[in-house]
């Protein structure tokens, strides 16, 4: 059982900046394609990027450009980082880990909000 932690949300102006953080409780963090996902107020879940275990990431067109994902195997944390944030980014966002054993993003995060200010 993988134990996802995130941290970070806040509320923030619109262009500013925020950085999430998902710690996991396993040591084979190293292994897992890690997501990040959000859900707006009366939408879907809908992606946001991911980074796979061999460190390339893929992001959605609304974020590209402006979101990074990073981890640091070493802490078994993935991050978020948010740069000029607009008002619709705001949302829960949520990490997730692909264990890469067929079942997709099978462990998920309890969610942190990001509110932006217009």
């Known amino acids: 059982q993988v134990q996802l932690t995130e941290s970070g949300g806040g509320l923030v102006q619109a262009g500013g900046s925020l950085r999430l953080s998902c710690a996991a409780s396993?040591?084979?963090?190293?292994?897992?394609?890690m997501g990040w996902f959000r859900q707006a107020p009366g939408k879907e879940r809908e992606f946001v990027g991911v980074?796979?275990?061999?460190?390339?990431?893929y992001y959605a067109d609304s974020v590209k450009g402006r979101f990074t994902i990073s981890r640091d195997n070493a802490k078994n944390t993935v991050y978020l980082q948010m740069n000029s944030l607009k008002p619709e980014d705001t949302a829960v966002y949520y990490c997730?880990?692909?264990?890469?054993?067929?079942?997709?993003?099978?462990?998920w995060g309890q969610g942190t909000q990001v509110t932006v200010s217009s």
């Open positions: 396993e040591r084979t963090f190293s292994s897992y394609n």
């Open positions: 997730a880990a692909d264990t890469r054993t067929g079942r997709g993003y099978a462990y």
């Open positions: 980074i796979r275990w061999s460190g390339d990431s």
